[in-house]
């Protein structure tokens, strides 16, 4: 678990900032669940046999004797408040994001954590494959946004109820016949759920399982016809993808449609993805609720800071800082502190060194703050009624009336360097 601190979590902002604005410009709205949840929650939409539920989840048992666990991921905490609050009798079609704080006690790998930071999306109550498109169209355009472009999108389907059985029965069958190829862990998975071995990320079983049944080929022929469909739109829309009949996902909900955006990046290793999601048509009926479609996706934070970290991208908090700095005498450093006060009720990013200190140090400080100028006021400032504006990237001060300040430092921040041009406000 990591500590965020200033200088690091601009980059956060930037990329939650980025998330809200787009995911807002598709017609989705912010939902925010609390980070602990009734255990049997997970267990009946994530799937007990499930890494997850089975190995990761934080889960202890509260004052009250009740099994509460952290949230490991944030689909099944949204589902169960889509049912809660019965947002089916309010609108037919609900499109939801979130971003928060996730947790699983889980082995470290690059770009992971055991609380780690999600952002993902659910779209309730469509069907279509354009749903599923459309909330491709929306890690698209957000990976875009955040100028990360060298990321692959994976697809598969997974078939539904009606032909999943055929499937499933051919794959373990095929893995019966290779179990000592296996690992332990797969060889476990095997009796409890022959799926999870086709995500898991050793080398061997990787080999078995790419040799193996291909989950397309029993596709029923509704399932067929919406992954075509899915293809094409993704098509129309101009988005780039592959086609890979192993992906499964890691969680029992998915039916149809899953997919994975996978990262191209040194920095991650061979922990590639980024994010992913699919179809969960049956989780709100599983929950007790009403029999309504669904599809979502969610994203790691942490990996993709990591990614923009890496590029080298510079992320700042403020776009222009202004610094005051006031004689050690108390009248200018009150004058000051009240200047301060006024300039960010006018909405300036400002700094102030409550500590005191000569000039000549403040000034010194300010230099290496970053900032762009500095406003001087001094005992000799404080009775001519004029500060002075001193651009820290050079040239001359620039005398300011008091009244004027705000005014003048507005003229200062669309200057594109020096502020040599502005004009003494008298």
């Given amino acids: 678990m ?21 995911f807002g410009r598709f017609g989705y709205g912010e939902v925010r669940t609390p980070m602990v949840e009734d255990t049997a929650l997970f267990v009946r939409s994530v799937g007990e046999e499930t890494d997850i539920v089975g190995k990761e989840m934080y889960t202890f048992e509260d004052k009250g004797g009740r099994s509460l666990s952290l949230r490991p991921e944030g689909t099944a905490p949204a589902a169960r408040a889509y049912i809660e609050h019965s947002v089916s009798n309010v609108e037919p079609v609900s499109r939801w994001f979130y971003m928060g704080p996730m947790f699983r006690y889980e082995r470290m790998k690059t770009g992971r954590y055991r609380q780690f930071s999600q952002i ?3 779209a309730y109550g469509a069907k279509e494959p354009a749903q599923d498109a459309e909330l491709m169209d929306v890690v698209v355009q957000f990976l875009e946004a955040l100028g990360l472009t060298d990321v692959t999108l994976n697809i598969n389907s997974l078939g539904d109820d009606a032909c999943r059985p055929a499937y499933h029965a051919k794959l373990v069958e095929y893995l019966n016949a290779h179990r000592e190829e296996l690992c332990a ?11 999870r071995v086709l995500d898991c990320k050793n080398e061997k079983c990787q080999a078995v399982a790419g040799a193996g049944p291909n989950v397309l080929e029993f596709l029923c022929e509704p399932c067929r016809t919406h992954f075509t469909d899915l293809q094409r739109k993704l098509g129309a829309l101009g988005i780039r993808y592959v086609v890979n009949h192993r992906l499964v996902r890691g969680l029992d909900y998915y039916t149809r449609t899953v997919f994975e955006f996978i990262a191209s990046h040194p920095a991650l290793g061979t922990a590639s993805t980024v994010g992913g999601g699919g179809r969960y048509d049956k989780m709100m009926k599983g ?10 996706f969610a994203m790691g934070l942490d990996r993709l800071v990591l990614l923009l970290k890496e590029g080298g991208k510079t992320f700042t908090a403020q776009p222009d800082l202004f610094i005051v700095a006031a004689d050690v005498d108390a009248a200018c450093q009150d004058a000051a502190l009240a200047l301060t006060s006024r300039l960010r009720r ?24 970053g900032a762009r100028f500095s406003l ?21 001060l620039i005398p300011v009336a008091l009244g004027s300040v705000a005014q003048t430092l507005r003229q200062a921040a669309t200057q594109p360097s020096s502020p040599s041009s502005l004009k003494t406000q008298e």
């Fill in 120 to 122: 993902g999306a659910e």
């Fill in 376 to 396: 001087v006021l001094g005992g000799d400032e404080l009775r001519s009624g004029q500060a002075k504006l001193k651009p820290m990237a050079g040239g001359d």
């Fill in 2 to 22: 990591n500590d965020l601190l200033p200088g690091e979590i601009e980059v956060w902002q930037f990329v939650e900032t980025t998330a809200r604005t787009l």
């Fill in 346 to 369: 006018e909405g300036f990013y400002v700094e102030f060194d409550t500590r005191g200190g000569s000039l000549k140090s403040q000034m010194k400080r300010a230099d290496k703050s």
């Fill in 287 to 296: 929950l007790g609720g009403p029999d309504v479609p669904a599809v979502g």
């Fill in 185 to 195: 862990d797969c060889q476990q998975r095997l009796e409890r759920n022959p799926l």
